[in-house]
């Protein structure tokens, strides 16, 4: 960690009340692997996100899985929970998807089943309902036609392609990502400081929104992926989701 950072961990504990703690998922509070329906929370980081919850005004988790995935894997109370990059939201009565999504469910829809009958041997189709990541991490020779494929049906259908970790994405062309996911999180919450965790290309989005407040703190997850971009433009940098879970841990006091 820079030395100049590390006293916004206790500014933060200190006005926690006004303050938001915002966490991707994979790679995160979960540790990557080669399927991605078998990716769990790290031990340590349920418990510490319960505390967190008590003691912080907002804690969330923004992450590219389906937002039911999240509730499945994350049962902590008063967890704001929102997947697909902000297309959809935990609520008590389920999983809302946002209202713009819905024209499009129908061309995932269609996207996915087409990709499930072209996939080549041991590429991976994860059909996430509002979107489609296709997965070459266990298969590195499935990448070429997991491109050739997302480029064909962003003409066919009109959907947007996004590179991700070992995989490529297909969403509905949406002004929707995790900055726009978190600022409308910390503007609900009325957050005036805030600490912003992730490893991958995306999270950079969050860290711009965090970085608008007076108080801010943007976290990077070391790996073998991530990103240079997420490394500069972090304050600090842990090793791994064990290195957030004792972030978190000091967070919470």
């Given amino acids: 960690m820079a030395g100049d950072a590390r006293p916004r ?19 995160t509070l979960a540790a990557i692997g ?3 329906e078998q990716a769990r929370p790290v031990p340590g980081s349920v ?37 697909a990059y902000g297309l959809e939201r935990v609520t008590p009565a389920g999983v809302a998807v946002a209202p713009e999504v819905a ?8 996207a ?14 994860e059909d996430k309902g509002v979107s489609i990541t296709l997965h070459y991490r266990a298969a590195p020779e499935t990448e070429a036609w997991a491109r050739s494929f997302a480029a064909a049906e962003s003409a066919r259908r009109g959907l947007a392609v996004f590179d991700a970790r070992r995989s ?11 900055g726009t996911a978190a600022a409308a999180l910390l503007d609900e919450a009325g957050a005036t400081a805030a600490c912003a965790t ?26 073998d992926e991530v ?17 957030v879970v004792r972030l978190l841990g000091e967070l919470a006091g």
């Fill in 9 to 27: 961990i206790g500014q933060l504990r200190e006005c926690a009340a006004e303050a938001a703690v915002l966490l991707d998922f994979d790679g």
């Fill in 34 to 36: 080669a399927d991605p």
């Fill in 47 to 83: 418990e510490v996100l319960r505390r967190l919850v008590r003691r912080f005004r907002l804690v969330a988790v923004i992450s590219g899985r389906p937002a039911g995935f999240l509730a499945a894997h994350l049962d902590v109370p008063g967890l704001a929970l929102l997947g």
């Fill in 103 to 110: 024209p499009w469910l129908p061309v995932v829809a269609e």
């Fill in 112 to 125: 996915a089943a087409a990709a499930r009958r072209a996939a080549p041997p041991r590429a991976v189709v």
């Fill in 168 to 178: 490529v994405e297909l969403r509905p062309p949406l002004a929707v990502d995790k």
């Fill in 198 to 223: 992730g490893d991958d290309e995306g999270d950079l989005r969050a860290f711009e929104a965090v970085a608008q407040l007076p108080l801010s703190l943007r976290v990077a997850v070391r790996s």
């Fill in 227 to 243: 990103p240079a971009e997420l490394l500069a433009a972090a304050d600090l940098v842990v090793d791994g989701p064990d290195g």
